[in-house]
């Protein structure tokens, strides 16, 4: 049995432009401290047509969470391109319904309150004899079926997108948003997503500044660091976590990275634990921004579960490759 993760707390991107170099589209506004710390959020503005969607490995087998806060309603939708196999819609102070293989199921028996956050997540087995089920705050809404549910829409047997949306001319939130996918169904549960900051440059550092220190640079978005040199490498310092965690799914690197002469360039993130130093796969630049994304759902000095002193000491970092 094997699984792929993603996660984000849309706490990284400065503009909208920047979260559709990272795989999303049709994005909506982005907005400081109306996250559920205080901290960057998705937001679905009083606008129509929002939706945020991010595409994944097709699977037959996914659940997807988030922190969800509505002042009318909002909803997870899980497609395979433009067919939907199921969905959960949560409608602020009304009841929280759900549908999959194309008919509706039912819907919850306490109402989804107005404009609180709340962790919704929804897992599905794509099949014409598979199974659905719904969660908020951890808890199942009381309608999981038999373990034989219809979850297929027509000849498509796996998900391969997933929708964030909210209904139109309203206001929607989205905050610490989890995908799980393969071929098992792995709950994470109410989670959170921090951003780590960087602190310092280490010892190893080869790329060059625009002015002052790269790590400060890297932090503030106002410079950048360069390198030509193949293999060059810079690794940094980051914050410690601020709390101890009941458990740590993963651990991500990610980076917008781009190109400035007509020569063929390459580049990577980096993941170092200890002594162990972990490439992403490397990409071929253009001169327009690319985003790139790591993560590591184990510690790779160790290849068991990430724990609270390896993240401290987790330094991430940039390579070229050609």
Known sequence: MAYELFFDGFETYAST????????????????????????????????????????????????????????????????????????????????????????????????????????EIGVVVGNSGSYEVRINGSSVGWFPAATADTQNGATTTIDTIRLWGQSYSTSYFDDFYITYGNELVWLGDSRVDRLLLTANTATQDWTPSTGNAWERLNAGDGYVESDTDEATSLFEVADLSYSPLAIHGVKVGGLIKKSDAGYREACVLAKSDTTVVESTAVALSTDTLGFTQILKTDPDTGAAWGLPAVQAFQPGLRVKV
């Not at 002042?71 to 319904?97: F, M, P, Q, Y």
Request: with cysteine; net charge positive; charged share 10%.
């Open 17 to 120: 432009a920047e979260m559709l170099k990272h795989g999303y589209s049709a994005v909506p506004n982005l907005v400081n401290s109306s996250g559920r710390r205080s901290s960057k959020c998705l937001q679905f503005a009083n606008v129509g047509s929002q939706t945020a969607q991010k595409l994944i490995t097709a699977s037959t087998h996914v659940v997807v969470g988030v922190a969800i806060k509505a002042s009318t309603g909002a909803g997870i939708s899980l497609r395979n391109g433009s067919t939907e196999h199921a969905h959960v819609w949560c409608a602020a102070n009304d009841l929280v319904s759900a549908s999959a293989g194309g008919v509706a199921l039912g819907t919850s028996v306490n109402t989804f309150p107005y404009d609180t956050y709340m962790f919704v």
